[in-house]
């Protein structure tokens, strides 16, 4: 038969060539793995783990920007506040007429007596941002009403400061009570208001001839 005829043959050669043989066969079959199943995958995990690091460093860098944007969006809160805080502080100027009658109400709910109310001309700042408005005062009444009066118009939402406070000597009025004349200066603040310039349209006749 052709088998045991292949296996004398085999036992025919000698053991050295055999063993050398066989080891060459090994080392043939290592080396093909190697070539085909080896660099090849070895090269298909190298290309997928850039592709994660890439994606890695997408979800680092969206993580990031994610943070940036509650930071951005937490600071445009918090400027928001401050805008509405210093809009009570500072009126435009189409809501300056009711903070002066509610300082001019403030005067009466004193117990004073207004001898002038004399609002002075307005002083824009140099920033452009505001105009300065003075308003000069001439009243008459006891201290305490005086100091009920600036405590008043220090817990004003607005900004008013009271200027150049002026006392004389206390008389005695005609009630009994003790009363000084007071000169001072209301200087008040109005943010200026951009006026939005609307474009006109001009409309062109078109002659038929």
Not at 3 to 12: E, F
Not at 19 to 40: D, K, R, S
Not at 94 to 113: D, F, P
Not at 117 to 129: T, Y
């Amino acid at each position: 038969m052709a088998a045991p005829a292949i296996l004398d043959k085999l036992q025919k050669i000698p053991k050295k060539t055999r063993t050398g043989a066989f080891i060459g066969l090994i080392i043939a079959m290592v080396v093909l793995f190697i070539w085909q199943v080896h660099i090849p995958k070895t090269a298909e995990i190298r290309k997928l783990e850039g592709e994660i690091a890439q994606q890695q460093a997408k979800i680092r860098e969206n993580n990031a920007k994610i943070k940036q944007l509650d930071q951005l969006r937490a600071e445009v809160k918090s400027l928001q506040e401050r805008l509405k805080v210093l809009t009570e502080q500072l009126p435009p100027e189409s809501e300056v007429s009711g903070l002066l009658r509610q300082i001019q109400g403030l005067v009466n709910k004193a117990g004073l007596s207004l001898k002038l109310w004399k609002p002075d001309k307005r002083r824009p700042h140099s920033s452009g941002m505001y105009e300065e408005i003075p308003i000069s005062l001439k009243l008459t009444g006891g201290y305490h009403n005086v100091a009920l009066f600036f405590d008043s118009v220090s817990k004003l939402t607005r900004i008013v400061n009271m200027l150049n406070v002026k006392m004389d000597q206390p008389k005695l009025a005609k009630s009994g009570t003790m009363e000084i004349n007071i000169d001072c200066t209301a200087m008040t603040f109005a943010a200026v208001e951009k006026k939005v310039e609307t474009p006109t349209t001009t409309s062109a006749t078109k002659q038929v001839k």
